[in-house]
């Protein structure tokens, strides 16, 4: 299951490949986060993830917010944020059963639900992604890109 976290982020990434600048602060109206916005986000939110499993708290939003927009730095800074979460979720509950209860956002929940959880906000994300590429360039094939071949 923490696998499957990395794996979501992996593929967020993989709708990233080959992005022009000017879709990384396109949106589809004012109210929608931008890519370079919702890298961002996805950011904050491991830094908040981890804030409040270590501390059982609800985090503190302001002090894990990424005001970086550059397009590389928010990439490797991603994948940083990802690979410190992964690593603490093995280090403190690698041996631990699914049905511990964890802090996630300063709610209690199972450990399952909570990693059910920050799988769907990241496969979410990635829709908003694969919907900017497409917006913005007819000519990107979701299937090759993705999944390679035609």
């Not at 890519?35 to 939003?61: C, F, W």
């Not at 979720?89 to 450990?111: I, N, T, W």
């Not at 913005?136 to 999944?147: E, L, R, V």
């Amino acid at each position: 299951m923490i696998q499957l976290l990395s794996n979501a982020r992996r593929q967020f990434l993989k709708h990233l490949e080959g992005l022009r600048e000017d879709q990384w602060t396109w949106k589809p109206y004012p109210e929608c986060k931008s890519i370079a916005e919702t890298v961002a986000h996805l950011i904050a939110n491991d830094r908040a993830v981890m804030q409040s499993l270590e501390t059982g708290k609800e985090p503190d939003y302001d002090a894990v917010q990424e005001a970086e927009r550059n397009p590389e730095r928010l990439l490797r800074m991603a994948e940083e944020t990802r690979s410190s979460l992964i690593s603490l979720l093995q280090s403190k509950f690698g041996a631990r059963p699914l049905d511990e209860s964890v802090s996630l956002f300063g709610m209690h929940m199972k450990l399952y639900e909570a990693l059910a959880m920050l799988a769907c906000e990241e496969y979410y994300h990635i829709g908003q992604a694969a919907f900017i590429r497409m917006a913005t360039d007819p000519s990107w094939d979701y299937y090759s890109a993705i999944y390679g071949g035609g």
